[in-house]
């Protein structure tokens, strides 16, 4: 069984015992290759040679085109500055009042250097892994990149003042984010990321009202092309879960401060849970204090549906020692013959 | 209590803006803190009292609505912009000295980081708790830091920083401020920092919420 055929039998519910290992990965990557965050994100074949060395090494389950939020914003008009060891640069916003989200063109994916960057990179990983390891595709959802366009605060306040105003530039978010996904499913992923980041900032009304109906959109659009569809919203999503639960999705990333036994409980056994170690703990503590909390969350949740995983994105200070502690555990609970 | 003392901390507190707001909708058509704050003023009350018993209840209570997880970002910013409005009014009156504010504060995201939220709704509060903010902005230099608290030798300093990634550059900051100015006091926030964290590096307080960072510097 390769580890394609193992993420397949995790998500229909055929692994009973196994629990995965894949933390987000990006600055940590790149240091890994000895190359830099820039390079990850600004070339397809730094971003796949660096994931790919890293899941050979930490014997991860998957790999994902992720990088940085500004793929899409690019494609809408954004100038980017790489930054050689930091996350990428917004230098304008696209959006800066209700005409311009009126006249904002609909970019073609294709045609756009940072998009057809990444969709080259599904292109290049199943050059180099022969569609035996899960890809994973990424895409911003509706509020991200709507707030990566307008501004974060000017955007969730266009929420409470004007909501045809946020409703067009999500509407227009929405229309890239589908063909996104498109793009890099025909390319070979096998599940998308719908990376959501600000909704744990907003309430559980506002949430519903317009985020809800966009995410289940998505993940439907994503079944439709025959992949899986995976959720990721940074911070504190406890109010959020109930909603979520109906969107459908197959992997949702929940991060440090949720806690899992009550998110299982509302999200039902069906969705695989991905998370949910402190990233800051990963990075700061000792290899015996994670063990001993990496342990106690396995077992916690082995013979649930389980993805092993920080919260949020692995440090890129993080010591090797400490992620291979993680692969380790991961590693003691799958079958021998793996 | 003067009804539009009264008034005014309701308008604070549900970011009611003014008439043209239609935020929040319960109170869609009703006047805001923009026109409440003038009718104040012009009808004699002390622009001290506007701020101490109005404007600062208002932003209080939002932000211990925030810290207990019964509003978020948005509600906040909202609340935040009504209370900025209302300040406009009564900046002659700061400027005459005639309200007098508690004290500055230099706030901004440590260097190499480009988030801005959980700094801005930190210089809100504070601004609207009766605090002079300096916004230094995002990816700010300790240099810049260190220059700014040199013109201001009496303020505290805020250091955000969003990432795991980048948290760890707030020790070269702190390390430099507290070099040259042993007896300023540092907070630092975040959403990946802690108590530990915050000792580890030499800040004085982490500060989990805006209104933590508020009680902090009103006890000082």
Request: some cysteine; charged content about 25%; hydrophobic content about 40%.
């Amino acid at each position: 069984m390769n580890k394609k055929q193992q993420f397949e039998k995790l998500l229909s519910g055929e692994l009973h015992s196994t629990v995965l290992f894949k933390p987000i990965l990006m600055h940590f990557a790149a240091r890994f290759n000895k190359t830099t965050y820039g390079k990850l994100a600004s070339d397809y074949k730094v971003l796949v040679e660096s994931n790919t060395r890293c899941m050979e090494y930490f014997d991860l389950d998957t790999v994902s085109l992720i990088s940085d939020p500004y793929r899409e914003t690019s494609a809408f008009g954004a100038r980017i500055e790489f930054i050689p060891e930091g996350v990428p640069k917004c230098l304008n916003k696209v959006i800066q009042n209700e005409e311009d989200a009126k006249n904002l063109v609909i970019p073609d994916i294709y045609n756009c250097e940072r998009t057809r960057d990444r969709i080259s990179g599904a292109a290049y990983y199943q050059k180099l892994l022969k569609g035996t390891v899960p890809v994973g595709g990424w895409i911003e959802g509706p509020l991200a990149e709507a707030c990566d366009l307008a501004g974060v605060s000017e955007m969730l306040m266009n929420l409470m003042c004007d909501p045809d105003y946020s409703n067009l530039i999500m509407d227009k978010c929405m229309i890239v984010a589908r063909e996104f996904a498109k793009a890099q499913i025909n390319e070979g992923c096998d599940y998308i990321g719908i990376g959501d980041a600000i909704c744990s900032q907003i309430d559980a009304s506002t949430y519903d009202f317009y985020v809800k109906d966009r995410h289940k959109e998505l993940v439907d659009h994503i079944h439709s092309l025959g992949a899986k569809a995976k959720l990721h919203i940074c911070g504190n999503i406890e109010h959020l879960l109930p909603a979520i639960s109906s969107l459908n999705v197959d992997i949702i990333d929940l991060d440090w401060q949720v806690d899992l036994h009550e998110a299982r409980k509302i999200l039902g056994d069906n969705v695989v849970i991905k998370g949910n170690i402190n990233p800051v703990i990963i990075q700061e503590a000792t290899s015996q204090h994670l063990e001993s909390l990496a342990k106690e969350l396995v077992q916690q949740m082995q013979g649930q549906k389980f993805i092993l995983s920080g919260g949020c994105e692995i440090g890129v200070n993080t010591p090797i020692t400490n992620l291979m502690k993680l692969a380790e555990i991961s590693t003691k609970t799958k079958p021998i013959n793996l | 209590m003067n009804e539009i003392i009264e008034k005014l901390t309701t308008c604070i507190e549900f970011g009611k803006i003014n008439q043209k707001s239609p935020f929040p909708p319960s109170m869609r058509g009703e006047v805001g803190a923009d026109e409440l704050t003038k009718q104040a003023l012009e009808e004699g009350i002390k622009p001290t009292e506007i701020l101490e018993q109005g404007l600062i209840p208002g932003m209080n209570a939002v932000g211990l609505k925030f810290s207990q997880g019964k509003v978020f970002v948005p509600e906040m910013l909202m609340a935040a912009k009504a209370m900025s409005t209302a300040l406009v009014h009564l900046k002659p009156y700061f400027q005459s000295g005639e309200v007098k504010r508690k004290g500055t504060f230099i706030i901004g995201t440590v260097f190499g980081d480009l988030h801005d939220i959980g700094k801005n709704l930190v210089a809100m509060t504070v601004e609207g708790a009766g605090w002079e903010v300096i916004d230094l902005g995002v990816d700010v230099k300790a240099e810049t830091f260190l220059d700014t608290l040199e013109k201001y030798p009496d303020s505290t300093v805020g250091i955000s920083a969003l990432l795991t990634t980048t948290m760890a550059n707030m020790e070269s900051v702190v390390k430099m401020l507290k070099e040259k100015h042993p007896s300023t006091k540092i907070l630092v926030g975040g959403a990946p920092l802690n108590t530990e964290f915050s000792n580890k590096i030499g800040a004085d307080f982490y500060c989990r919420d805006p209104q933590g960072a508020v009680a902090y510097l009103n006890n000082l």
